[in-house]
């Protein structure tokens, strides 16, 4: 059974505007799954639908065989295990930042998880080690680049080890040590967990997914397959708005 599987979902945003168009997907337990489209394509919007943020007015999203609803959502024990299974980073991670230190930040959900402190503690450290960010230890998230926010918020949510992952565009803002080494860690977190990228860095797809969903400008599914396969294919990629003309 599928981990997610999204059935002819559409989203309306509350100013009319459209955000998906009858979208029906599907990523299975384990796999990491690339969702690549031009700018306005859904793919953000599709995440926060899975994330349990957005609520379709057409189709249904399942999670584990699951209808997720917002009625679902209300109740606490669903809502908790969901919760702490599933993790999305946000394309603009500023509105994911709660604290006044990077240490508070990266601590919160574990605290929040009643991991005990000490714990939380070094399992914090052990994070912030690991994207090198230990340096920014008591510095005010907001005051941060757009790649070290990014980073911030990435150890927050790695700390918590969800099973499913929602990357909204990761690399975005990272310089290109910083992304060759998320893309490498990503690799080898989808190991273990489900993972599922938005992207408009074929690259990063191609390397690190092993299925990827190309979206439209009109919000619907275009293709779906094995990136290097879809990927040769010029025409469509030129035709989507994923690679220059020429
Ligand atoms: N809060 C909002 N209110 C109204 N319309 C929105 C809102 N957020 C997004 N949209 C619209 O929904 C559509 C899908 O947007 P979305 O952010 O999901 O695209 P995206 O594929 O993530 O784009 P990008 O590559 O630029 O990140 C776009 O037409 C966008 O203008
Ligand atoms: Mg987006």
Same mark, same amino acid.
């Given at each position: 059974?599928? *981990?997610?599987? /999204?059935?002819? /979902?559409?989203?309306?945003?509350?100013?009319?505007?459209?955000?998906?168009?009858?979208?029906?997907?599907?990523?299975?337990?384990?796999?990491?799954?690339?969702?690549? =489209?031009?700018?306005?394509?859904?793919?953000?919007?599709?995440?926060?639908?899975?994330?349990?943020?957005?609520?379709?007015? #057409?189709?249904?999203?399942?999670?584990?065989?699951?209808?997720?609803?917002?009625?679902?959502?209300?109740?606490?024990?669903?809502?908790?295990?969901?919760?702490?299974?599933?993790?999305?980073?946000? @394309?603009?991670?500023?509105?994911?930042?709660?604290?006044?230190?990077?240490?508070?930040?990266?601590?919160?959900?574990?605290? @929040?998880?009643?991991?005990?402190?000490?714990?939380?503690?070094? $399992?914090?450290?052990?994070?912030?080690?690991?994207?090198? *960010?230990?340096?920014? #230890?008591?510095?005010?998230?907001?005051?941060?680049?757009?790649?070290?926010? #990014?980073?911030?918020?990435? &150890?927050? !949510? !790695? &700390?918590?080890?969800?099973?499913?992952? !929602?990357?909204?565009?990761?690399?975005?803002?990272?310089?290109?040590?910083?992304?060759?080494?998320?893309?490498?860690? *990503?690799? #080898?977190?989808?190991?273990? $967990?489900?993972?599922?990228?938005?992207?408009?860095?074929?690259?990063?797809?191609?390397? /690190?997914?092993?299925?990827?969903?190309?979206?439209?400008?009109?919000?619907?599914?275009? &293709?779906?397959?094995?990136? =290097?396969?879809?990927?040769?294919?010029?025409?469509?990629?030129?035709?989507?708005?994923?690679?220059?003309?020429?």
């Amino acid at each position: 059974m599928p *981990i997610f599987e /999204v059935r002819g /979902v559409s989203f309306c945003y509350p100013d009319g505007t459209p955000g998906l168009n009858d979208v029906s997907l599907y990523i299975s337990q384990g796999e990491c799954l690339g969702v690549v =489209g031009p700018n306005g394509s859904g793919k953000s919007t599709l995440l926060k639908i899975l994330a349990g943020l957005y609520f379709p007015q #057409k189709g249904e999203v399942l999670f584990s065989g699951e209808r997720l609803t917002e009625e679902r959502l209300r109740e606490k024990s669903f809502r908790e295990n969901f919760r702490r299974k599933v993790s999305i980073l946000f @394309q603009n991670p500023e509105s994911q930042i709660l604290f006044p230190t990077v240490w508070e930040e990266v601590q919160f959900g574990l605290l @929040q998880m009643r991991i005990p402190p000490e714990e939380a503690q070094k $399992k914090s450290k052990e994070m912030l080690e690991f994207l090198h *960010i230990e340096d920014l #230890k008591e510095r005010h998230p907001y005051k941060l680049s757009g790649g070290e926010k #990014k980073k911030v918020i990435l &150890a927050s !949510l !790695l &700390a918590l080890d969800p099973e499913v992952l !929602l990357l909204d565009e990761p690399t975005d803002n990272l310089d290109p040590r910083s992304a060759s080494e998320l893309t490498a860690y *990503i690799s #080898k977190l989808s190991q273990r $967990k489900t993972v599922l990228i938005s992207t408009h860095n074929l690259n990063l797809v191609e390397k /690190v997914c092993s299925r990827v969903y190309l979206l439209s400008e009109e919000k619907r599914v275009e &293709a779906e397959g094995e990136p =290097g396969e879809l990927f040769r294919d010029r025409g469509l990629l030129e035709r989507l708005n994923l690679i220059e003309v020429g």
